[in-house]
């Protein structure tokens, strides 16, 4: 073998080998599948599945802008420019604005005991205030400013009938709250607010439901203060013509008990009328507020109106799919009367636009519930602007 062989063979060589390592440095690992995610429609539109579970999630909330203006519905603010020294020259009427943005999450998924759901909604806001804390000027007299605010509204775990919850007080659901309007408790209240609550519906599968739970009331007045909890049941029963509903509440802290009856009428399709009528055990010499020393003007937690009987009553009429009227009407054994009409438009989908009217009356009472002085009322007038998703 003579050396132009010899060479010639180690490049080959050479080459063979580079090569190899060559290939050996390029080599890719196959990609791992991708998990796209899923749409949900087992409980209906905007659900998704979570990747990696069975669980359906939807994310949704909205953005509000209010404006109240009037007596009932607007502020009093200090003409800061004509105050002089801390003497109030002039008050001024001036408006209510409230921005809030919501978001909502509800998560379920189907177990051997029906249902498991967990649902979150909480808000941001920013309001227009009448504060009585300035610096300068007169105490007791308004001054316009801004409040930020956060609240968690509502925070629910259901799994099947059982429900574990703060959110809106039973006495109020399980009639379904008041009318349409925005302004529904214009006059005469209707509910006693949120609580920590525990439930059980049963679901009979033709119409028919009824719930009862426990909850625990709220503020220095309400909450309870031993180991016996407030009391609420109620049934529904619900056709083709519409709905009759009932909830009664027992106060374990003052003793007294109030119910609710509403009846609900489909006319025809664009007319929806309802009716609905409350009675407590009032008692006002109890009606005590224990932090500031006066007067409530209830005597139970879920007793809100004003004497033994109250009444509520309103309806909807849909013109078109976008245009809808809301009215509602409420008076109560106190004499307070409260009225709202209002249009909801939806200029496009997911943004509707809400003009609203108000009017309320009545009359403030003594620690014997006889009337101080003569009667009371205003007008009021709000906007609303939202965009929901």
Known sequence: MNIKSLLLGSAAALVAVSGARAADAIVVAEPEPA??????????????????????????????????????????????????GSSVVDINDTYFKRMRAQLTFDARSETEYGTLRGYIATYFQRDSI??????????????????????????????????IAYTDSLFETLTDSAGSVINDDIGVAYSPGKSHLIAYTFDGGNGFSATIGVEEGSGVNYTIDSYVPHVVAGASFTQGWGKISGVIGYDSVWGEVAGKLRVDFNVNEALSLWI????????????????????????????VWGGDWAVWGGGKYQFTDKAAL????????????????????????????????????????????????????????????????
């Open 35 to 84: 998990e796209y995610v899923r749409i949900c429609d087992v409980y209906g539109a905007g659900y998704f599945y979570i990747p990696g579970t069975e669980t359906c999630l939807k994310v949704g909330g909205y953005l509000r802008y209010d404006i109240g203006v009037g007596d009932v519905l607007g502020l009093e603010s200090i003409d800061k420019k004509d105050l002089v």
């Open 130 to 163: 009448e504060s009585t804390n300035a610096r300068l000027g007169p105490t007791g007299a308004p001054w316009s400013s801004t409040s930020s605010d956060w609240a968690l509204e509502h925070a629910i775990i259901q799994l099947g009938g059982l429900t």
């Open 276 to 303: 609905m009528a409350g009675l407590q055990d009032y008692d006002f010499d109890r009606a005590w507020d224990l932090g500031t020393a006066t007067t409530l003007g209830r005597s139970g937690y879920y007793g």
């Open 326 to 389: 809301d009215f509602q009407l409420a008076y109560d054994d106190h004499e307070n009367f409260g009225a709202a009409v209002g249009v909801n438009y939806a200029l496009v989908p997911g943004f509707n636009i809400r003009p609203e009217v108000v009017y309320e009356s009545g009359y403030a009472r003594d620690i014997t519930g006889a009337k101080v002085g003569g009667k009371q009322d205003g007008w009021g007038g709000y906007l609303r602007f939202q965009r929901s998703f």
